[in-house]
């Protein structure tokens, strides 16, 4: 009997649980945030290598040879 008034006291107190939400919530944006980042890595670093490939290949300067 003792038994079932504490489980009983135990899921209707509602003490602390605010708390277990925000955790969850932040763990889930968290989670989230890594996955995007490792899905859009591969992606990001192609991209930027493509970009300084096309900068370096288009800002190579021919430079006259000196005049003796």
């Known amino acids: 009997m003792a038994l079932l008034r504490a489980l009983s006291r135990l899921l209707s107190e509602e003490h602390g649980?605010?708390?277990?939400?925000?955790?969850?919530l932040s763990g889930a944006i968290g989670f989230a945030g890594v996955a995007a980042f490792n899905s859009i890595g591969s992606v990001m670093g192609t991209a930027y290598g493509t970009w300084v490939t096309n900068a370096?290949?288009?800002?190579?300067?021919?430079m006259p040879d000196p005049v003796p």
């Open 17 to 24: 649980q605010d708390l277990i939400e925000y955790a969850l």
């Open 56 to 62: 370096n290949t288009t800002a190579v300067v021919n």
